[in-house]
């Protein structure tokens, strides 16, 4: 229309081919802008809208018709839960800290991670050891979680990626993946993995929970499960099972980006760092090359005596079978 | 050139073999039935998980990977005697090819089974397929297992195809249907010597490509235990300690299978004594090449005394596994190498009994290879049952480590029946070039 009122001016053929040009363009762009405008305000009031929370913690707002429930699927596709504990938390690198001089072998860290976990009372994810390096070095408990190694050997030779390691530093397993192989538990020099022999203890109540890789619930039979450093507590910025239960202030938990790490039992948040140059803070078996994430203080200046029965189970390990 | 009948003769001796007998029937039937009560001891696994076996968190490798093991050992005495052997050009090694080359594939083809009766979910084995990672050692085995399979299956049928021929024509009273299998499977043979030609060429290539197929299988096997920081499995040596010791299991089953064949089909004249002389004189060899390398796996540790190589030495010399450790190293290797480097010992029976001897304390061996590492972890055992400590396997494990020896019996006796065991083509033409 615009174009036909034009034409009757007198005009250069060259001037009126210019304003022909831009005057086109214009209303191509102003034409196409108003009919986005239009389907937009019309998707607005066609459809319902609604708000979702992303795996980002972020709020957002689509289609309804958009939004497709996530189905577990035989061929590879992951649930929402399982891309969850494969993806972990953006920005933390979680380590933990155990301090010898302080425990007592109370073993409320392993009740609260077995029940967590619902594991039988022969299975543990974490485990108070009792440990002699010689016979004239004075005896020690040492609880033992999985030490979520840097170079973890039990990943390295997972034939079908069920145990693999996190952004955020923890190493998990997806049961819904293990064949049952046990290489891992054969590669793995911290003996940290247990695995499920038989239908596990809750096996008929959990039947149709579905399962969640941050807290390996609920555990399969013939798979592996191991410590996940509470993955699914860590995730809703509280700590791990064991170190909230620790009656000992044994265990700091924290971030090694941020340098802090925090007590279980004061809730004293320290620096992690300066804790471990204090202290004296070491990794089990370093010369194996693994990396833990895992780090002691060594028992020094303990104030509880060791106990008589436990010093003979203790020495076994010293002695030669 | 040989005469026709001394062929005729030669055909028809080899070709005796192939027909149903009652009392082949009877060792099926046995066979079978041995077999089906195993498998009962496997559904009874499946259901109930493999908490009816005596393994635990500590020990969690036992019999069953022991077991795969011994059966990827002792599937490389194809490779050595067929393709080792027949390249150097050791020709009285000929007859005793194709006996090699079963024993080969069904050990092979089994040992793939056995490492499925280990698998906590078997119903998740296709995981490895879709979601397999190279970097895993279990994905180089599978993959090397299972070029070794097929390679030994043409390793077995393309040197076959002549003798397929001679099935085809010779037998007499053949059902029509195997006829026409013979038929089909020696694929239009006809005894040209452009064919001839081919398939020499052929079985040559195979032989070749086959050895470091065979050397993979085992190496990599090896590796399943070296590529961890495990005291008595963390060696740079396991790759040829474990394909030294696969020599001795499977030139110790190939004795056991000469001698079987000898006496049940008549072969006296063709596996003859000097075979079991030669067959002995070569176990001699390969087990003093083991024995070299147990020397190395056991007295170098032994002789540090690291502290947790200690705990795992003590164990095996003077501990808990003692008995079987010695029984093992003596009985199964040193006690028969003495033994055989007298003439009167490498007769058939005396041979079959030291093979006998070697092939099961070679099973023994792997067993003293896997279970004791496991007991012996850096950190201590604590806070669970007994039987987390020490492995003791139970019936329903036995019986499942049994079923794959049984079903290589079945696959052995089986492929025995209907291929003749002693090739005719090569043994008609050894004598021939003899002759000439």
């Known amino acids: 229309m615009i174009e036909k009122e034009e034409q009757p001016k007198k005009k250069t053929r060259r001037e009126f081919l ?6 086109g363009i214009g209303s191509t762009l102003g034409g196409s802008a108003i009919l986005a405008a239009l389907n937009y305000d019309k998707s607005k009031t066609d459809s319902q809208r609604i708000r979702v929370l992303t795996a980002q913690n972020e709020l957002h707002e689509i289609n309804k018709d958009d939004l497709h429930k996530v189905l577990p699927s035989k061929h590879g596709k992951l649930t929402y839960l399982q891309q969850q504990g494969r993806d972990g938390l953006e920005g933390k690198r979680f380590v933990m800290v155990i301090d010898l001089s302080k425990c007592q072998n109370a073993r409320k860290c392993m009740a609260a991670c077995q029940n967590a976990h619902h594991l039988r009372p022969e299975q543990h994810h974490i485990n108070v050891l009792k440990m002699e390096e010689t016979e004239n070095t004075p005896p020690y408990y040492m609880p033992k979680p999985c030490q979520h190694c840097d170079n973890p050997p039990c990943v390295a030779v997972c034939p079908v ?92 938990f924290g971030d090694e980006n941020e340098d802090t790490v925090t007590n279980g039992t004061t809730k004293e948040t320290v620096r992690f760092k300066k804790l471990l140059e204090d202290n004296g ?24 005596p060791f106990n008589e029965q436990d010093r003979e189970e203790a020495s076994e390990h010293l002695h030669h079978s | 050139m040989l005469e026709q009948s001394t062929k005729d003769k030669i055909t028809s001796d080899l070709l005796r073999s192939i027909r149903l007998t009652n009392s082949f029937k009877a060792w099926m039937a046995f066979l079978t039935l041995s077999l089906f009560v195993c498998l009962g001891a496997y559904v009874y696994q499946l259901n109930k998980g493999l908490v009816v076996t005596g393994l635990g968190d500590y020990v969690s490798w036992g019999m069953y990977i022991s077991n795969f093991v011994f059966f990827v050992a002792t599937s490389l005495i194809g490779m050595l005697i067929s393709a080792v052997l027949g390249l150097s050009g050791q020709k009285w090694a000929t007859p005793l090819a194709r006996m090699a080359e079963i024993i080969a594939l069904a050990f092979a083809a089994v040992a793939g089974l056995v490492i499925v009766s280990d698998m906590g ?59 026409k299998a013979y038929k089909l499977l020696s694929l239009n043979y006809t005894g040209s010597h452009e064919q001839d030609l081919i398939i020499k060429k052929l079985t040559r290539a195979i032989a070749i490509f086959i050895i470091p197929v065979a050397f993979a299988i085992h190496t990599v096997t090896s590796w399943l235990f070296a590529n961890t920081s495990r005291v008595g499995w963390d060696s740079t040596i396991f790759g040829p300690y474990f394909i030294t010791g696969a020599f001795v299991s499977g030139t110790s089953a190939i004795v056991i299978a000469m001698y079987f064949f000898r006496t049940n089909y ?49 164990a095996l010399f003077t501990g808990a596994h003692a008995f079987l450790f010695w029984s093992v190293q003596l009985g199964g290797l040193i006690i028969p190498i003495i033994l055989l480097i007298f003439n009167k010992m490498r007769k058939p029976l005396p041979l079959l009994i030291i093979a006998c001897c070697v092939f099961v304390g070679g099973w023994f061996k792997r067993y003293i290879i896997v279970v004791p590492t496991m007991e012996h972890p850096y950190l201590p055992i604590q ?22 020896m049984i079903l290589v019996l079945l696959i052995v006796s089986t492929l025995a029946k209907i291929i003749p065991i002693v090739p005719i083509q090569e043994t008609i033409e050894e004598l021939e070039e003899s002759h000439d």
């Open chain 1, 281 to 304: 803070g070491y990794t089990l078996m370093p010369e194996l090359g693994t990396k833990p994430r895992v780090y002691y203080l060594p028992p020094k200046g303990k104030t509880v």
């Open chain 1, 18 to 23: 210019q304003q022909l040009g831009i005057v």
């Open chain 1, 161 to 252: 990626d069920a145990t693999f390691k996190r952004q955020d530093g923890i190493v998990l397993i997806d049961n819904e993946r293990c064949i049952g192989c046990r290489f891992c538990i054969a590669a793995c020099p911290y003996s940290a993995r247990i695995f499920n022999w038989a239908e596990p203890l809750n096996a008929q109540v959990e039947k149709d929970v579905e399962y969640n890789v941050e807290l390996n619930v609920p555990q399969k039979k013939g798979t592996i499960s191991k410590c996940l450093f509470s993955a699914d507590q860590v995730r809703l910025g509280k700590l791990p099972y064991c170190v909230s239960a620790c009656p000992n202030g044994v265990y700091y």
């Open chain 2, 266 to 314: 008549k072969l006296q004249e063709y596996i003859t004594l000097e075979h079991f002389d030669k067959i002995g004189k070569l176990l001699v060899l390969v087990s003093l090449v083991y024995l070299y390398f147990n020397l190395n796996e056991y007295m170098v540790p032994g002789y540090k005394m690291k502290k947790f190589d200690a705990r795992h030495i003590n």
């Open chain 2, 383 to 404: 806070n669970v049952p007994l039987n987390f400590k020490v492995y003791s396997p139970t019936l329903v494990e036995i019986l499942i480590t049994i079923a794959p």
């Open chain 2, 121 to 179: 979910r078997p119903d998740r084995l296709l995981n490895v397929f879709i979601h397999g990672r190279i970097q895993s050692p279990i994905v180089w085995d599978i993959t090397v297992v299972t070029v070794y399979v097929l390679i030994s299956t043409l390793f077995l049928y393309i040197p076959l195809i002549p003798d397929l021929k001679i099935c085809h024509d010779k037998i007499e009273k053949l059902h029509p249907i195997a006829r």
